[in-house]
């Protein structure tokens, strides 16, 4: 079973910004797409984007193009990076694998906090 691990959260100043990265704890040999979802405080889970293997980007309509999603295939990792973050981005950032029928795997997240 894959395990996903986030970092790179924390508590940042409006304004601020933040690098997740979101590693994979084997080597996918198949397709696959990792994706980056946030849950905020009382609201359902999101999704951001997505990456595919050969580094092809798709983004929810509702994402700002302050959010950047990149990945590295070698080393089974992806990122999610975060600028002109404001208290409304305050949330647990997740992410997911999908590769195969049945084959979907997701970290524990980690929590983005904009606060002053």
């Known amino acids: 079973q894959v395990q996903l691990v986030e970092s790179g959260g924390g508590l940042v100043q409006p304004g601020g910004s933040l690098k997740l990265s979101c590693v994979a704890s084997e080597r996918i040999p198949s397709f696959y797409v990792m994706s980056w979802y946030r849950q905020a405080p009382g609201k359902r889970r999101e999704l951001l984007g997505s990456?595919?293997?050969?580094?092809?980007?798709n983004y929810q309509d509702s994402v700002t193009a302050r959010f950047t999603i990149s990945g590295d295939d070698t080393k089974m990792t992806i990122f999610l990076e975060m600028t002109s973050l404001t208290p409304e981005d305050t949330a647990v950032y997740y992410c997911r694998i999908d590769y195969g029928a049945g084959s979907e795997y997701w970290g524990q997240g980690t929590q983005v906090t904009v606060s002053s």
């Open positions: 990456i595919s293997r050969f580094g092809n980007v």
